[in-house]
């Protein structure tokens, strides 16, 4: 049994995986859950090299069923369920006159129904230990509907602009046992990169952000780990923004 035990969704790489070592080394053991298996596995080596457990359940995070299986199977071997991360996403570069049905409703359902579906799975387990606390990683462009250059269009914005909605709802329906906020980032520069970063990166950083750099992983998985483990924490239903002040993008 673990002293504490955190789920994080999309953990296999970028800021999942960043977040999934900051919640470590802040006493967790981890559960992750990811289509990429070996990116996942290796995420997972790095976190009991620390020093703490590592599960990996690979799952399509818009399965609703597969979440309930995931947060019973976690309370079952690790004791308890005390933080969750929901970061997997899906980016979705079409406007509304080129986007499908069955694309716009794919979006939504990673980027959003995903959040319902683990929120859904940890809440009674967390309302039984009478405590526990949530984070879901929405985006920029839920403020600002996607820039001109921004790599996903408005079914990605509408998606993380849900979240924002659905934090501050959960956060009045779930406290005062449960804790629930919501991380907004700019710019973040990962391993992999987009085609915005690529092209782009260094006259962003020169002349659209205050800090003139790009955000990393790392600078989104303090304030996770901040959320996750502060005492005392009289903060739920807040959306916390982590770009550097991103100004002209």
């Known amino acids: 049994m673990a002293d504490k035990v955190a789920i994080v969704t999309g953990g296999a790489r970028g800021i999942g995986r960043a977040c999934a070592h900051a919640l470590a080394k802040a006493g967790h053991a981890i559960a992750l859950v990811d289509l990429l298996v070996p990116e996942m596995e290796r995420t997972a080596g790095e976190i009991r090299a620390l020093g703490r457990e ?50 716009f409703d794919r979006t939504i359902a990673v980027n959003l129904k995903s959040c319902f579906n683990y929120i859904r799975a940890v809440a009674p387990i967390m309302l039984e230990q009478g405590a526990g606390r949530i984070a879901s990683i929405s985006s920029l462009n839920a403020y600002s509907g996607g820039v001109t250059a921004a790599v996903s ?25 449960i804790l629930i906020n919501a991380v907004v980032p700019g710019v973040i520069e990962t391993e992999l990169g987009n085609p915005l970063t690529k092209s782009r990166g260094a006259e962003i950083a020169r002349t659209g952000i205050a800090l003139r750099r ?36």
């Not at 996750?228 to 916390?240: N, R």
């Open 153 to 177: 269009k408005f079914a990605y914005a509408s998606a993380k602009a849900g979240i924002l909605g659905m934090t501050r709802a959960l956060a009045k329906e779930l406290g005062p046992t």
């Open 54 to 103: 590592a599960l990996i359940f690979e799952a399509d995070v818009a399965q609703h069923a597969r979440a309930r299986d995931i947060a019973v199977e976690v309370k079952r071997r690790l004791g308890r369920i005390d933080f969750l991360l929901n970061d997997a996403g899906k980016a979705q570069p079409k406007g509304i006159l080129e986007i499908t049905e069955e694309e």
């Open 214 to 249: 790009m955000g990393k992983p790392d600078d989104v998985a303090q304030l996770v780990a901040f959320l996750a483990i502060s005492e005392p924490c009289f903060i739920t239903g807040q959306d916390f923004v982590v770009d550097g002040f991103q100004y002209n993008v």
